[in-house]
C-alpha cells in the first residue's frame, strides 16, 4: 500500500510541477509551433483555473503525505516539487545546468521508489536514468537547439512591457 500511495503522490506532485511550468512558460509556448496547443498557452485552460488545479494538486500531496506516506517518502516528494520548480523558474534558462538538473530529477525519481518500496537499489539502476537524460540534453544542445534555447530564456527574462507586441488580425 505505501508503495502505491507513494507512486500516486508522486503523480500528484508531478503533475503540478507541470502546472507550474505551463504557468511559467505561457508566453514563449504561444509562441512555439506546437507547445501553442498546450492547455494553458491555448487558453482552453483559463489561468486561474491553472492556478486552481495547482493548488488542488498542492492540497492533495499534502493529503497523501499526512495519511499514506513516510516522513523520509514525503521528504523526498518535497525536493524532488521544490527542484522542479527550481527548474521551471531558473534552471530550464541555464545551458548545459538544465540538462545536468534534469538528469538529476530523472535519478531523484528512482530514488524515491526505492525508498518508498524500502528496497536496496543498485548502482546501474540509480546511474543509467541520470546518464541517459544528461546525454539527451547534451544532444539536444549539440543539435543546434542553442540559438532556439537562448532566445527563449532571454524572453522569459523580459518584463512583458519590454517585449515587442505581437500582431492582431484586422
Known amino acids: 500500500l505505501a508503495t502505491v500511495a507513494a507512486f500516486l503522490a508522486f503523480c500528484v506532485v508531478a503533475s503540478a510541477g507541470y502546472v507550474f511550468n505551463d504557468l511559467m512558460d505561457i508566453q514563449s509556448d504561444r509562441r512555439h509551433p506546437t507547445k501553442r496547443l498546450r492547455p494553458v498557452a491555448s487558453g482552453s485552460v483559463s489561468i486561474p483555473g491553472a492556478l486552481g488545479l495547482l493548488a488542488g494538486l498542492l492540497v492533495l500531496f499534502v493529503g497523501f503525505a499526512a495519511f499514506f506516506l513516510t516522513s523520509t517518502t514525503t521528504l523526498m516528494l518535497v525536493a524532488y516539487l521544490g527542484l522542479t520548480l527550481a527548474y521551471s523558474y ?27 518500496a524500502e528496497v536496496g537499489l543498485h548502482t546501474h539502476l540509480v546511474a543509467d536514468p541520470a546518464a541517459q537524460k544528461a546525454i539527451d540534453g547534451l544532444a539536444g544542445l549539440l543539435a543546434l537547439d542553442i540559438p532556439q534555447r537562448l532566445v527563449d530564456a532571454r524572453e522569459r527574462r523580459q518584463p512583458d512591457h519590454a517585449k515587442a507586441p505581437e500582431a492582431t488580425a484586422v
Open 90 to 116: 531558473y534552471f530550464k534558462q541555464q545551458l548545459l545546468l538544465d540538462a545536468l538538473v534534469l538528469a538529476g530529477l530523472y535519478t531523484h525519481r528512482v530514488l524515491t521508489g526505492g525508498v518508498a
